[in-house]
């Protein structure tokens, strides 16, 4: 049987699923692609933050899958909600790719990072690293980009910015790996849950889909790691509105998270660290949630859901 593998039409997309094609026919596997445009791939001119991230860049897929149109698709996990619709599994995650945020300068820019001039001018469309920018440096000007990451580096290159701010991973995957100028250090801004990972969804009735996923491209170390981060947002019930990051790495046999809540203006921000056995990763994810909440994080969460 030849399995549809659904995917979205832009190039980072199509490379996340041409890859796991790859591999999935490299094990004898057939296997053809069907692209499907979701919302978050028809509304570019609206912040994230503003319409909100249920399900933006995946609800067409998951659709697709229920009705059986699809057998898999592949996602950036850190795009996944959380909680996914009654009927689908993440049946694999996918080996890590590097998981930081990196500076993309301006091509008339030559400096690094501790080089940005009083008032320099950076573009995300991400409320976690405008919140983790600003709590590094209060006197930048974050404003908002929205699009592909061809589109956002070519607004880049027409602007008066000084740089912009994208995943590491996304760019070395395109090709782009020349356009970073600096990996930002975990200090200054921890990654998107999950940034740098790819899972792959199947309906959970499919059971012999998700078993031949599993066995071809899971990596359990990266899903020890993906399965903390998410479920200390899971327990904080964040998202793109809300600016939270994590990351989760084995250190020594043990896992560890690092997790941070901060405020949209940078004036707040609550961090932390717990470690634990690999097989307690969502328990460890959870433990962090509730203790960063105790610890000032709820304050921050409530006048930010109070704001919007």
Not at 65 to 73: E, K
């Amino acid at each position: 049987m030849t399995l549809v593998l659904g995917t979205r039409g832009s190039a980072l997309a199509l490379w996340q699923a041409q890859y796991v094609k790859a591999r999935l026919e490299a094990a004898g596997q057939d296997v053809v692609l069907q692209t499907i445009t979701t919302q978050g791939d028809r509304i570019l001119d609206v912040p994230l933050a503003k319409i909100g991230d249920k399900g933006l860049f995946t609800k067409e897929l998951d659709l697709a899958l229920l009705d059986g149109r699809i057998h898999l698709a592949v996602h950036s996990l850190k795009d996944l909600p959380t909680k996914l619709p009654d009927g689908l599994v993440i049946a694999a995650v996918l080996e890590r790719a590097a998981p930081w945020d990196a500076f993309v300068a301006h091509p008339s820019f030559e400096g690094m990072l501790h080089e940005l001039p009083e008032g320099a001018v950076l573009a995300t469309s991400s409320l976690r690293r405008q919140a983790q920018l600003l709590a590094w440096r209060p006197d930048l000007n974050i404003v908002s980009v929205r699009g592909n990451v061809d589109t956002r580096l070519r607004k880049l290159d027409a602007s008066d910015w000084q740089g912009m701010v994208l995943a590491e991973a996304g760019l070395v995957r395109l090709g782009l790996a020349e356009r970073i100028r600096q990996r930002f250090p975990a200090e200054v801004m921890l990654p998107a849950v999950s940034q740098g990972a790819l899972g792959v969804v199947c309906a959970e009735k499919d059971t012999a889909t998700r078993q031949l996923v599993r066995e071809v491209l899971h990596h359990a170390r990266s899903a020890a790691a993906v399965v903390a981060e998410r479920a200390f947002l899971r327990r904080l019930e964040g998202g793109c509105q809300v600016p939270i990051g994590a990351y989760a790495r084995i250190e020594s046999e043990a896992l560890v998270l690092d997790g941070v809540i901060a405020a949209v203006d940078g004036k707040q921000q609550v961090r932390g660290q717990e470690q634990g056995p690999v097989d307690e990763a969502e328990a460890l994810g959870t433990a962090l949630a509730e203790r960063l909440h105790r610890e000032g994080g709820e304050q921050i969460l409530h006048a930010i859901r109070h704001a919007s």
